[in-house]
């Protein structure tokens, strides 16, 4: 079981008003609480509570956010909302995972690339002795 807190869209809020980039994170001291979003949460415009200090996603899924509306929301949020991309051994270990349960003829790129980018999450806070791999 992952140690890694994970929390629905709904129940993500930033705590504090500036967030760190992402070069300035010491991963294994600071251990920072992050949500990972898809452009489901945005374009539906979830409230945001409590739960994650900072908020992650990938440009694919910026790119997927064209509506005026989805774009406003963005631009109201509170922080920042980081973009970062997942390493290529996340993505083929996120990918031969879900070849092996089944779920890869479900999933997107951009889902493999945002699962993808909390595996590297997790293994950059917490290494991956509790991670399975089949």
Do not use: C
Request: aromatic share 6%; proline share 3%.
């Amino acid at each position: 079981r992952s140690r890694f807190r994970m929390t629905s869209w709904a129940a993500i809020a930033r705590k504090d008003a500036e967030v760190s980039t992402v070069q300035q994170i010491n991963w294994k001291v600071d251990k920072p609480q992050m949500a990972v979003v898809d452009a489901n949460a945005i374009i539906s415009g979830l409230r945001l509570a409590g739960g994650a200090q900072r908020a992650v996603t990938i440009q694919d899924v910026m790119n997927e956010i064209r509506d005026k509306k989805s774009r406003e929301w963005l631009q109201r949020l509170p922080y920042k909302l980081e973009i970062m991309e997942p390493s290529e051994e996340s993505i083929k270990a996120v990918t031969s995972f879900a070849r092996m349960t089944g779920d890869l003829r479900n999933l997107s790129k951009p889902d493999i690339h945002l699962l993808a980018l909390a595996h590297d999450l997790e293994l950059r806070v917490y290494g991956d002795d509790h991670l399975r791999v089949e």
